[in-house]
């Protein structure tokens, strides 16, 4: 188990790598047209840019929150461990309501909420996945996902917090992609929470599983 955690965490190294080149050559131009995006607190940012590098990285960053939704809920009513329940309704909670954000900020600038021919999943650009890697960068497979559901126990347990673990890694490396060659400050500063928040929760996945 440890190799194979091993072996994933490189391979989504390589992907998110490959992800930060594509999208820092995307164009940075303001999307003509449209409204400027609305925090889902406070007010507008008036006059803020929004280019593709913003619309990719809310694009990729719903599916892959929907997943992490997927993944607490099963903790939700599997886990042994307290401590973990409430980490995962904690998790559940606020990335649901960061993909309603982030769906309506790319509704304000018409956008589509999926990535260009792949309706209704959300997954990278044709011709960027690397071999074997699932259609987002630290997204579980069908089968990675159905061991998850099939664990029981402890087992589920350290399942859980180690693919949870490199699920957050790989929003946290989303999400620095965004801080650096995004436009627009709304999606920027959801980028910087995601960064904060995750971060802190990895830390405490890691201390959870030094524990069992």
């Not at 490189?10 to 930060?20: E, S």
């Not at 990335?95 to 769906?103: G, K, P, S, V």
């Not at 790989?170 to 999400?175: D, F, H, I, R, T």
Request: charged share 15%; net charge neutral.
């Amino acid at each position: 188990m440890k190799y194979a955690t091993l072996g994933r965490r490189a391979v989504l190294a390589g992907a998110v790598l490959t992800i930060t080149v594509a999208l820092s050559s995307c164009g940075v131009a303001d999307a003509g047209g449209h409204d400027p995006v609305a925090p889902a607190h406070g007010s507008v940012s008036a006059g803020s840019a929004f280019n593709d590098v913003d619309a990719t990285f809310l694009r990729m960053m719903i599916p892959h929150h929907q997943q992490a939704v997927e993944m607490a809920a099963l903790a939700g009513t599997k886990a042994t461990d307290p401590q973990i329940k409430r980490l995962a309704a904690q998790i559940g909670t606020q990335q649901n309501a960061e993909i309603e954000t982030m769906r309506s900020w790319l509704a304000a600038q018409g956008q589509p909420t999926t990535m260009p021919d792949c309706p209704g999943a959300g997954c990278m650009p044709s011709g960027m996945m690397p071999s074997g890697m699932p259609a987002m960068p630290g997204m579980m497979s069908g089968a990675d996902m159905a061991k998850l559901r099939a664990a029981t126990g402890k087992d589920f347990d350290r399942l859980f917090l180690r693919e949870m673990i490199a699920h957050h890694q790989a929003a946290v490396m989303m999400a620095k992609v965004e801080l650096a060659h995004g436009a627009n400050q709304d999606v920027k500063a959801l980028a910087g929470r995601i960064v904060t928040t995750q971060q802190a929760e990895i830390a405490t996945m890691r201390q959870l599983l030094d524990q069992l």
